[in-house]
């Protein structure tokens, strides 16, 4: 006879796990109280609660109205000009975060890379201006197909510092999916990589955008990434393996200012229901929003 658990059901939880005391009194929330003072002000006062948040954050044009609400539409810190690659970065490079670790990474086959703030800097930098000698400029569209590497994160942040949209597309998706999502954003460049490791196998990437490139006329560069090593096809004139086209990079690129309102990124529903439908995501609501979620979530 097999013993059944009791449990009732495994959505409901009572239990209250209380954080140690010395941790609780060096966190940003120190307790439940403090935390729901923090939610009845973002309630009662958004205007005045995401004013003070967004003051954190570096404007090269201060706005001139936190939001503007005409249901169902809402425009974040109205008339401001700002960067979100130049608030992850340049920004704590006065500080002494320069030398700390912004990236740690491990690779499934074990390989590791510590990534500070000063060089996650000027490997964005170095790929922004390639992108610009690419042809990506301010309000291109570039789609983002990779492995979970460090290039990945590189790859968002250059889109942004030079004002380009990204859209990032999971590795594990079809030549199909990924040829939808070029198509619908009109991705006039896509960042991959050779391949990458999932679960123990090499997955080829590079054969994917191929495939899903020649149906996208928008597309008129490709960016590849070398992590496995595998052979690719090659197009002369339109891809570019990512570590020619960054050595010959300058390392300094100033961050373009962009309207709070500019399109940051789009990211697409899965499409198993019907046509993948694109989330849009603009660069100072979303900024300050991730901003706050982290630093309260994650303390």
Request: net charge negative; glycine share 8%; with cysteine.
């Given at each position: 006879m097999?013993?059944?658990?009791?449990?009732?059901?495994i959505?409901?939880?009572?239990?209250?796990?209380?954080?140690?005391?010395?941790?609780?009194?060096?966190?940003?929330?120190?307790?439940?109280?403090?935390?729901?003072?923090?939610?009845d002000?973002?309630i009662?006062?958004?205007e005045g609660?995401?004013?003070?948040?967004?003051g954190?954050?570096?404007?090269?044009?201060?706005?001139?109205?936190?939001?503007?609400?005409?249901?169902?539409?809402?425009?974040?810190?109205v008339?401001?000009?700002?960067?979100?690659?130049?608030?992850c970065?340049?920004r704590?490079?006065?500080t002494?975060?320069?030398?700390?670790?912004?990236i740690?990474?491990?690779?499934?086959?074990?390989?590791v890379?510590?990534?500070t703030?000063?060089?996650l800097?000027?490997?964005?930098?170095?790929?922004a201006?390639?992108?610009?000698?690419l042809?990506?400029?301010?309000g291109?569209?570039v789609?983002?197909y990779?492995?979970?590497?460090?290039?990945?994160?590189i790859?968002?942040?250059?889109?942004?510092?030079?004002?380009?949209?990204?859209?990032?597309?999971f590795?594990?998706?079809?030549?199909?999916?990924?040829?939808?999502?070029?198509?619908?954003?009109?991705?006039?460049?896509?960042i991959t990589?050779d391949?990458?490791?999932r679960?123990?196998?090499?997955?080829p990437?590079?054969?994917?955008?191929?495939e899903?490139?020649?149906e996208?006329p928008?597309?008129e560069?490709v960016?590849?990434?070398r992590?496995?090593?595998?052979d690719?096809?090659?197009?002369d004139?339109?891809?570019?393996?990512?570590h020619d086209?960054?050595?010959?990079?300058?390392?300094?690129?100033?961050?373009?200012?962009?309207?709070?309102?500019?399109?940051l990124?789009?990211?697409?529903?899965?499409?198993?229901?019907?046509?993948p439908?694109?989330?849009?995501?603009?660069?100072?609501?979303?900024?300050?929003?991730?901003y706050?979620?982290?630093?309260?979530?994650?303390?």
């Open positions: 097999t013993h059944q658990p009791d449990i009732e059901s959505l409901k939880e009572g239990r209250v796990f209380p954080p140690p005391a010395e941790f609780a009194e060096k966190a940003h929330l120190k307790s439940m109280d403090e935390y729901r003072r923090l939610y002000r973002s009662d006062d958004p609660f995401f004013g003070e948040v967004a954190a954050f570096h404007w090269f044009e201060p706005f001139q109205e936190v939001l503007e609400w005409e249901v169902p539409h809402a425009k974040w810190f008339g401001g000009k700002t960067n979100i690659a130049y608030n970065l340049d704590h490079l006065v002494g975060r320069r030398n700390k670790a912004a740690l990474w491990e690779g499934e086959p074990g390989d890379r510590t990534i703030y000063d060089q800097h000027a490997e964005v930098s170095r790929f201006n390639a992108l610009k000698g042809g990506v400029e301010a291109d569209r789609a983002i990779m492995p979970m590497v460090p290039e990945l994160a790859a968002c942040l250059a889109c942004a510092r030079i004002g380009a949209a990204h859209s990032v597309v590795g594990g998706f079809s030549a199909d999916a990924l040829r939808d999502r070029i198509l619908d954003a009109e991705a006039k460049a896509v990589a391949g990458g490791y679960k123990g196998a090499v997955l990437l590079k054969p994917q955008v191929d899903a490139v020649a996208c928008s597309v560069k960016v590849v990434v992590r496995t090593g595998q690719v096809e090659w197009e004139g339109r891809d570019h393996w990512y086209v960054v050595a010959a990079a300058d390392r300094v690129c100033e961050a373009t200012p962009v309207d709070s309102e500019q399109l990124f789009t990211l697409y529903t899965s499409g198993t229901t019907g046509k439908k694109g989330i849009v995501h603009t660069t100072a609501g979303y900024m300050v929003g991730t706050l979620t982290t630093k309260y979530v994650f303390d």
